[in-house]
């Protein structure tokens, strides 16, 4: 569990600004603000 949870922070951190995006961009359909 612990290993996973490093995997996903090397991704945060090492992979940039596309991903990020991308998953806030999924985070915004999910949950639209301005309605």
Not at 14 to 28: D, N
């Amino acid at each position: 569990m612990k290993q996973h949870e490093d995997d996903i922070l090397k991704i945060f951190i090492g992979c940039g600004t596309g991903i990020k995006l991308s998953i806030i961009g999924l985070f915004l359909r999910i949950f639209p603000n301005g309605s």
